[in-house]
Each structure stands twice: as structure tokens, then as C-alpha cells.
Nanobody, 124 residues
């Protein structure tokens, strides 16, 4: 049974950093694409970053480039999202999602498997 479990969220001050993790079970990471999405209250879910089967990385929002970084450890079946120089507008529920294809997509509908999300709150 495929399962994605996120962790690592929390409360952080503006300018701070967090690493959120997504552990996948029931699937081999090196044949799929894994993406991170986020959703803030009252806003639509948006794509953040994705890492493809080959390890290629895609950042989907200009405001996040240079601050967020996705990585993957296939042996640990874990995908990470490093969030740096956090801003209050980064406050959201962060989800990881799995696409059983080798390449990434920015569309949430392209990902049939989702975790439950981990809350990131940026506030002083």
C-alpha cells in the first residue's frame, strides 16, 4: 500500500529555516516524480518544487527560487524540501505528492498520491 508521510513542519521566525520530509512506502522512489505543494488558508493549492526520476529539479514559483530546495534520498525513500529565508507569506500546509511517471508536472491533478501535509507557520 502506497503511503506518503510528511514531517518537519513547525513554527519559525521570519528569516529562519526548516527542513520538511516526505517518507514514501509501497513505492520505489527512483522510478517516480515527487512534488511539493502548499496551500494557505483561503488560497488555492500551488506547486512549490518537484524532483523527477532522474533527479532533475523544478521550482514552480519565482518567489521561491533560491530560497527553497528539493532533494531526494532513494535509499531512505525520503524526499526533502529545505525552506530558507522564510517569510510570513510562506505560512501554509505543505504536502508531498507522488506521480507514477518519471517527469514532473505542476498540475495537482497529475499526482494521484498525497500525504496528509505538514504545517509550516512563519511568525514572530
Amino acid at each position: 500500500q502506497l503511503q506518503l508521510v510528511e514531517s518537519g513542519g513547525g513554527l519559525v521566525q521570519p528569516g529562519g529555516s526548516l527542513r520538511v520530509s516526505c517518507v514514501a512506502s509501497g513505492f520505489t522512489l527512483d522510478v517516480v516524480a515527487i512534488a511539493w505543494f502548499r496551500q494557505a488558508p483561503g488560497r488555492e493549492r500551488e506547486a512549490v518544487s518537484c524532483i523527477s526520476r532522474s533527479g532533475g529539479k523544478t521550482d514552480y514559483a519565482d518567489s521561491l527560487k533560491g530560497r527553497f530546495s528539493v532533494s531526494r534520498d532513494n535509499a531512505k525513500k525520503t524526499v526533502y524540501l529545505d525552506l530558507n529565508v522564510l517569510k510570513p507569506e510562506d505560512t501554509a500546509l505543505y504536502y508531498c505528492a507522488l506521480r507514477p511517471f518519471p517527469i514532473c508536472s505542476s498540475r495537482s491533478s497529475a499526482y494521484p498520491y498525497w500525504g496528509q501535509g505538514t504545517q509550516v507557520t512563519v511568525s514572530s
